[in-house]
DNA sequence: AATGACGCCAACCGCCCTCAA
DNA sequence: CTTGAGGGCGGTTGGCGTCAT
């Protein structure tokens, strides 16, 4: 099937956003909610693609971001998850409040995969690299256990949906990790997550 | 001081998935 | 059941800042 465009290209604007476009994205958001994202251009008088304001309020303009520096324990974090979801960066993103997916993502593609190569292990598989010295497993493996993620085995609900990877199935789980899928608004503490959205995909949506 | 190499990250692109008509 | 719209995701790119020479 023929996919129409998001948008109408030839009347929009691309490449960084001004202050400007930020403010008027930010008032229209915060009169209106983010609503739909294909009409909220043109409602904001905004010359940009609905994506492109989505991008723009997900990972730079929402209220709860962090921002600045990853702290170790989020690295650690995010090593943990990585070796159990994969390149699942919204995921990923989901137990980490403040963070966002792309911010993670470019966080793992600069930093952390050279922190885990230079430890020796294979930041794809999260196994030594081969000739890297000892066969043992990264100090975050532990050995498989019959241990589950709480009552509903929500990561299990994500495993399954992503059976397709050869990767899950050698993956081991983790006793120490808590995966309850929650994300933590600002002010609240965590609160279940929709683990699967619209998409078909687990998303942290933002709480204004 | 100039400039080339490198790294970071915001933003774009194309595909996938769900859902309503 | 089929189709198209819409939202969302992961991968990739390009611009800019910093570092090295």
Not at 84 to 95: E, M
Not at 193 to 200: F, S, Y
Request: proline share 7%.
């Amino acid at each position: 099937m023929g996919r129409s465009p998001c948008c109408e290209k030839a009347h929009t604007n691309k490449g960084a956003w001004t202050k400007e476009e930020d403010d008027r994205l930010i008032a229209h958001i915060r009169a209106h909610g983010e609503g739909c994202w294909r009409s909220l251009p043109k409602a904001a008088g905004l010359l940009r693609c609905g994506k492109s304001c989505r991008l723009r309020w997900i990972n730079y303009l929402r209220p709860d971001l962090k921002r600045g520096n990853f702290t170790e324990e989020e690295d650690e974090l995010i090593i943990k998850l990585h070796s159990l979801l994969g390149n699942k960066w919204s995921l990923i993103a989901a137990r980490l409040p403040g963070r966002t997916d792309n911010e993670i993502k470019n966080y793992w593609n600069t930093h952390i995969r050279r922190k885990l190569l230079s430890r020796g292990v294979d930041p794809v598989t999260h196994r030594p690299i081969s000739g890297h010295g000892s066969d043992t497993v990264t100090h975050f493996e532990r050995k498989p256990a019959a241990i589950g993620f709480g009552p509903d085995q929500e990561l299990d609900k994500i495993s399954s949906s992503e059976e397709s990877s050869a990767w899950q199935q050698r993956q081991p789980k983790w006793p120490d990790l808590n995966l309850e899928l929650c994300i933590s608004p600002p002010s609240q503490q965590q609160q279940p997550l929709e683990p699967v959205d619209g998409g078909g995909r687990a998303t942290a949506k933002p709480v204004l």
